[in-house]
């Protein structure tokens, strides 16, 4: 194998010259990202700045106009096969969890292998425990989502997309619609996730996380990457002063 | 400073039980209590004719209209055409067929709506795929040495509940698919479905039945023979489509758009995420309205009496004309309305079952 190959290899997700309008609006400008396996990448900025955005053009809840994303090696293309196939190694936690209210926590988590990729119930149902264990709450399982706090909800979500076993998880803001007590028993599960060695992309503003766990920030504003650091130099010494505007706002309060 | 835990009180006796919710509802203020007043005597001058004429002075029992002599309800005239009311000119001979076929649906409506049975998934295959095939051929026979009834002979009360179940049945899948199809992302299914409902929509349905039965002849060749009732049936099923699709539109559209987005990512295809994930939340939602819309089509089925056919209205309506019978009218109409109630409010009820017992609460509802 060549030494371009391995490289290649060890990217997660790669995106190229990626650019993205919502009608007349240009979204995303000229994004160039590449993630490496393990990795664990923050990204923050104001609100607007197609944070977001970007990270959903990676499983394709949103379409790109221009350039190229690769997941896992696998090119995104309008094709219906390959966005399942990238959608079947890409996890997602979404602000409001899109917890299922009609299902159990349980039927929650068995629903997409037992489905996409037809596990066997009861196979996929232990492996559901093992996992709702590991966020702390295997004995919720057969509640319904209603019936859980935020935290509780938001720990549920993160179980039901590593039940998958997805090789990259993307995590859009996981935190921004708890109540702040709730907060800490969601980022110690996400932390716990990244000392494991899952591949991460992280929209958030807990730069207590970042710090804790990001092998880089990227910063973002009005559609484009303006700075992206490993974490010390980021938040010791921004470069770009919008970057140090942005960091003196969330930081300084 | 602390405050002290304060200890928790019973309600003031004025304000619960029988007579604190008189008092809060019916007699708290000087008008309302004379308006309260007021409303019950025009209740009992209104209630207590009626009363009287429905059971006190009504006659029940007899077989011709000699026997209704007290000025109350003749009910003589509906007990003894009670079996034309129900069975229409079927046969007499054959009537077991449409008992048998009304009490083995009822049986399977009931295992599906009683709690904690066993089996429902079969059951309701059994119901929607094999059961029209035995009740058509138990109704119109010609098989199994079974006597062929036509279905001009069919009518009543039996021909109500064929038209209204039919429509019911056939209504919901059609109007969810046509539902989906008009918030497809493509194009030309979108397109078909809104064209397919805005023009069964802006027809009046009695339009609809003329041109089953009276136009549509006229397009065919003239040696096919496409039966009336089948006409009819297909025109008040597209008809009540329509408006089916509409309601459960109305219901996909207030299921959040992270719904969508969380069986997206979790790699779901289209029909597993719509069969499992978007449609059981959005039936829910829907259940008054579709409900709605089933009682609408069941009344509806009444207008099936201008092309001929002798569904329950229209029966007691011919009954009526009978010279032996003339003059009681109102008995039959009271009859009609309140076999059509019965059925409608039981839909009613259920359907107001169905929603308390589905709320599985929608906290994280975003």
Redesign the interface.
């Known amino acids: 194998m060549s030494e371009v190959n391995k490289q290649e290899d060890q990217l997660m997700v790669q995106i190229r010259n990626m650019n993205k309008w919502y009608g007349d609006f240009h979204v995303l400008k000229n994004v160039n990202l590449d993630v490496r396996r393990g990795e664990k990448i923050v990204i923050c900025g104001p609100s607007g700045s197609g944070k977001s955005t970007m990270i959903r053009c990676i ?3 949103e379409e790109h106009q221009e350039g190229d994303i690769f997941v896992n090696g696998i090119e995104m293309a309008s094709d219906i096969k390959k966005i ?1 196939a990238i ?2 190694d ?3 936690v ?9 299902l159990t926590v349980l039927e929650n988590c068995v ?2 292998p037992i ?2 990729k037809k596990v066997p119930r009861k196979e996929a149902e232990a492996v559901a425990m093992q996992y709702l264990e590991r966020v702390k709450i295997p004995e919720q399982a057969l509640k ?5 706090s935020g935290g509780q ?1 938001q720990r549920v979500a993160i179980a ?2 590593l039940c ?1 076993n997805p090789d990259v998880m993307l995590f859009d803001e996981p935190t921004s ?1 708890l109540d702040p007590e709730m907060i800490k028993e969601v980022l110690d599960v996400m932390i716990e996730l990244a000392n494991e060695g899952m591949t991460m992309l992280c929209v958030t503003h807990e730069m207590g996380f970042a710090k804790t766990v990001a092998d880089r920030v990227i910063f973002m504003d009005g559609g484009q990457i303006i700075e992206e650091n490993e974490p010390q130099e980021f938040f010791n010494n921004p470069q770009h002063e919008r970057t140090q505007l942005f960091l003196s706002q969330i930081l300084n309060h | 400073m602390i405050n002290e835990q304060q200890p928790t009180l019973p309600a003031p006796a004025s304000t619960i039980g029988l007579v604190g919710w008189l008092r809060t509802n019916l007699f708290n203020t000087p008008m309302n209590s004379i308006a309260t007043i007021v409303m019950l005597y025009l209740c009992y001058l209104w209630l207590t004719p009626i009363f009287d004429w429905v059971f006190i002075s009504a006659d029940w029992a007899g077989t011709t209209r000699e026997s209704c002599t007290s000025g109350g309800a003749c009910w003589v005239f509906i007990t003894q055409r009670i079996d034309q009311f129900m069975y229409g000119f079927y046969p007499a001979d054959e009537t077991w067929r449409l008992n048998v076929t009304f009490f083995a649906f009822v049986a399977l409506i009931a295992w599906l709506i009683w709690p904690n049975l066993p089996k429902k998934g079969l059951v309701a295959a059994f119901t929607l795929l094999i059961f029209p095939f035995i009740a058509f051929v138990l109704l119109s026979g010609g098989y199994f040495g079974l006597e062929h009834v036509e279905t001009h002979k069919w009518g009543g009360l039996s021909l109500t509940l064929v038209l209204a179940v039919v429509g019911i049945v056939a209504a919901l899948p059609l109007g969810i698919l046509l539902a989906l199809g008009r918030r497809s992302e493509m194009p030309i299914v979108r397109a078909m479905s809104v064209a397919y409902i805005e023009i069964w929509r802006g027809v009046p349905l009695i339009t609809v039945l003329f041109m089953a039965s009276v136009m549509l002849p006229l397009f065919l060749p003239e040696d096919m023979h496409f039966d009336k009732l089948l006409r009819a049936l297909i025109g008040i099923t597209m008809f009540q489509t329509a408006y089916m699709a509409e309601v459960i539109r109305g219901g996909l559209q207030a299921i ?1 758009k ?2 969508y ?9 289209y029909w ?1 995420k719509m069969v ?2 978007i449609l ?2 959005a039936l ?1 939602l829907m259940i008054p309205g579709v409900v709605n819309t089933f009682i609408a089509l069941f009344k509806d089925t009444s207008l099936v009496l201008i092309i001929g056919l002798f569904d329950l209205l229209a029966i007691v309506q011919a009954a009526q004309n009978d010279p032996k019978w003339i003059g009681y009218a109102t008995e039959g109409y009271v009859f009609v309305a309140f076999v059509f109630w019965i059925f409608c409010f039981g839909m009613s009820r259920y359907s107001q079952h169905l929603e308390k017992m589905l709320h ?7």
């Open positions: 499983n394709h809840l399942d959608r079947k890409v996890g997602m979404f602000q409001h969890f899109n917890l299922f209210p009609h629903l997409a489905w996409v319904y989502p209603g019936q859980l909800q039901r997309s998958m619609a | 959040p992270g719904q987005e969380a069986a997206d990512a979790l790699g779901l295809g597993q499992m994930i059981p939340q829910k599985t609460g929608h906290g994280s509802r975003a």
